[in-house]
């Protein structure tokens, strides 16, 4: 299993372009999510998906879209980029997140994005 | 104030040192916790659960203090392949689905 993917690994963009980043995942998971990783702030939540058709906003999404229209896929599409968005992006992918049990989130390499 | 709670660092400490990072949640209804490790520029991986009756693997114990809110894990004998940043992590059960907040991070640095 190659587990979750991530390209590009590298980004720079200038403000008012738009790019998606792209996670692919192996391991069947039903739950994937976009994380974005800046510095002193922990990664913080922008969109997730509880399965293929359904996403739902997290804690910072605006600027951002997201589709899935497979199990596997969930790009994370930045609309018009800002620096505000320079970060590191983690997309990551879990079993399941139903239930009240907890299941291991698996991250991909990330992707380092800089917008000028 | 923030969800989770963790003591930046960096901890500078020799080979073999014990070292202890904690780290505070502030939402009582979190119902599982855990402790990822994140090393330089790649992505979290993890390393432990924390259960309530604590929990060890190895070098690595994790405990669990819900009235006080708090969580830690305590590396005996370091070795320089710890060096990294340990997150802590917290979930929240709502509205069917389970959802993770991960604290900043606490940066060890293990010297020979």
């Known amino acids: 299993n190659a587990g979750v993917t991530q390209t590009p690994k590298f980004q720079v963009l200038k403000t008012g372009q738009s790019m998606t980043l792209q996670c692919a995942q192996d391991?069947?998971?039903?739950?994937m999510s976009w994380y974005r990783q800046d510095p002193g702030m922990g990664l913080r939540l922008i969109h997730y998906?509880?399965?293929?058709?359904?996403?739902d906003q997290g804690e910072v999404p605006n600027g951002y879209n997201v589709s899935r229209s497979t199990t596997e896929d969930f790009p994370l599409r930045l609309l018009s980029a800002a620096p505000s968005q320079t970060s590191v992006y983690f997309c990551?992918?879990?079993?399941?997140?139903?239930?009240?049990?907890?299941?291991?989130?698996?991250f991909g390499p990330g992707t380092r994005l800089t917008v000028t | 104030r923030k969800e989770v709670e963790q003591d930046p660092g960096p901890f500078n400490v020799p080979e073999g040192a014990t070292v202890a990072f904690n780290c505070t949640y502030s939402n009582s209804a979190s119902q599982s916790f855990f402790w990822y490790r994140q090393d330089c520029r790649k992505e979290p991986k993890l390393l432990m659960s924390v259960y309530s009756s604590g929990n060890e693997d190895g070098r690595f114990t994790a405990q669990l203090n819900r009235a006080s809110q708090y969580i830690s894990l305590l590396i005996r004998d370091s070795k320089l392949s710890d060096s990294a940043t340990y997150l802590c992590v917290v979930n929240l059960f709502s509205g069917g689905y389970n959802k993770l907040i991960f604290g900043a991070g606490t940066r060890l640095a293990v010297h020979p």
């Open positions: 990551a992918s879990s079993y399941s997140t139903r239930g009240a049990g907890s299941y291991e989130q698996y």
């Open positions: 391991m069947n998971h039903e739950y």
């Open positions: 998906s509880v399965g293929a058709g359904i996403t």
